[in-house]
């Protein structure tokens, strides 16, 4: 960014007008200006740096991915903040529902030891679904990694990619059945019995 943008930038109605035309040069002056403020933050959600600097740089993207018609500078700088808050939050929700996962996998390991169940833990049928997923469409593949590798609720997962509720459940219907045609029959199986434990945490 050259400096006689900067200058005008400092400008807030010339700033605020930039923003609404997607003005690259305006959002990067924004983002040099509350980047660090954002993600000092951030850290105090009880997060590390490295993970305050991802949370702030998300929150970025989203406020770019946004509406971006602001009143005021005001009003962009309670949606930059607004938006952090919400992208720490969703970071420790995720990290709960990680650990009660393991929990639940754990307390119900002698049950399962025996079942098709316990073997989703070994590398070989993990790199197998995780290769399988990675060869679904887009938006199904979103879809699964937000959900059953990221642990987002259905709702959370419909207002990050700004589809409908009932879209995402589509998309997890649609990527099941083509799953189905990418998996062995053995690893599908497998899929197919920690699948209603998966959606225990991921319903919403």
Excluded at 111 to 117: F, G, T
Aim: hydrophobic fraction near 35%.
């Amino acid at each position: 960014m050259n400096s006689s943008n900067s200058k005008l930038f400092n400008e807030e109605n010339y700033l605020l007008e930039r923003l609404a035309q997607l003005d690259e040069d305006a959002f990067e002056y924004v983002f040099e200006k509350y980047y660090p403020r954002l993600c000092l933050y951030a850290s105090s959600f009880g997060t590390d740096q490295t993970l305050a600097e991802d949370i702030a740089k998300e929150a970025f993207i989203k406020i770019w991915k946004s509406d971006k018609n602001y009143k005021s500078l005001e009003h962009l700088k309670n949606s930059l903040y607004q938006s952090t808050k919400q992208v720490a939050l969703n970071k420790q929700l995720a990290l709960k529902r990680s650990i009660q996962r393991e929990e639940y996998f754990f307390d119900n390991q002698e049950q399962y030891e025996d079942s098709p169940l316990h073997q989703i833990i070994h590398a070989e049928v993990m790199g197998e679904l995780y290769a399988a997923i990675q060869k679904l469409p887009e938006q199904a593949k979103m879809v699964v990694i937000l959900s059953y590798l990221e642990g987002k609720t259905n709702q959370e997962i419909a207002d990050e990619m700004q589809i409908s509720l009932q879209t995402v459940k589509n998309y997890k219907l649609r990527a099941i059945k083509q799953l189905r045609s990418i998996l062995t029959p053995e690893t599908y199986l497998i899929f197919l019995s920690v699948y209603k434990i998966f959606e225990k945490f991921s319903l919403g």
